[in-house]
Structure formats: C-alpha cells, structure tokens
C-alpha cells in the first residue's frame, strides 16, 4: 500500500499541520518506507509459531513479577472531591464539550 501526495495533504489537513512541498515529500518517502517494512514483515509465514509473552522469552527463561490485585490504599474519595466545583453520587460533574 502506497500512499500518494493527496494522502499524505489529506493527512496533513485532519492533523491540522501546515507542510511545505519539501516537508510533505520527505513525509511520504518516509511513510512509504514504512509501510515497505511493515509488508515486508507481514511476507513472512508465521504459522505454528506461538507468540512471546516477553521479548526476552526468546533467549531466556522468563518468569513474570505480578503482585497481588489488592488495594493498598484507603478509599479518600469524599477528601479529594471537596474541592471539586460539582459532584454527584461519587463522580465529578463536567460541563458539556461535544454537542
């Protein structure tokens, strides 16, 4: 997949950035080689292969450190809220942003 000058202009316009002529020709020669890699790596047949869990996994044996799901601190909602403008049932209130 290759995208052309229009895409990398359309792209430019929803991210709001304003690219020269050079700017915008160096951005698709780099868009472009990326997708380049990215095809590349999907050529390559994976099938049978179990995925790492860690990217260490693959040279050495790797135990994972997980703590237990505990709560470790006290519940200090209500003293966090106080100086909170609005609040409701526990939640902050926030004005309205997106009509």
Sequence with gaps: MALTP????R????????L??????RMLTQLNGFFGIVEKMR????????PLAHPVAAIQDVTLRLREDVASEPNQR???????????????LVPKVIE
Excluded: H, K, M, W
């Design 6 to 9: 229009q895409d990398i202009a």
């Design 11 to 18: 792209i430019a316009n929803l991210a709001r950035l304003e």
């Design 20 to 25: 020269t002529p050079s700017e915008s020709e």
């Design 43 to 50: 050529a390559v047949d994976t099938s049978g292969l179990t």
């Design 78 to 92: 209500e003293a966090n809220q106080q100086s909170a403008p609005a609040v409701e049932r526990g939640l902050f």
